[in-house]
């Protein structure tokens, strides 16, 4: 078994030793990295790994907030409703950005009296 397999089972043992079983029951995501002695950022890492391997490792944005196994399959639809939420959330503020960008653009293509510079 190489370090990231041991990691992902390291981690899921320390899901079943705190009992997060289901939603009602996650745990925060700093209180299992601690518990499992990595940092929250390897922690994502480590449940992105396990759901590639078919392990319902997810995390809820309602109370109780933290990391859990998932018991039902509703708990995954409700998860996977969340990440499309989330998809189109982030869709809608990168177009935001973007068009900061160009009239940020826009703008430093004109001098102050409004005049059109021909080579910004």
Not at 85 to 95: D, E, K, V
């Amino acid at each position: 078994m190489d370090a990231h397999e041991e990691l992902a089972e390291r981690v899921m043992q320390t899901l079943r030793d705190m009992r997060a079983i289901g939603a009602a029951r996650a745990v925060t995501q700093a209180a299992l990295a601690s518990a499992c002695g990595i940092s929250p950022r390897k922690l994502q890492e480590v449940t992105l790994e396990l759901n590639r391997r078919g392990v319902a490792v997810l995390s809820s944005c309602v109370a109780p907030f933290g990391v859990y196994l998932a018991e039902t399959d509703d708990e995954i639809r409700a998860y996977d409703h969340q990440l499309r939420g989330r998809l189109i959330g982030n869709a809608m503020r990168r177009g935001y950005v973007r068009k900061i960008l160009r009239d940020r653009a826009c703008a430093r293509a004109v001098e102050p009296d409004g005049q059109r510079r021909l080579f910004a």
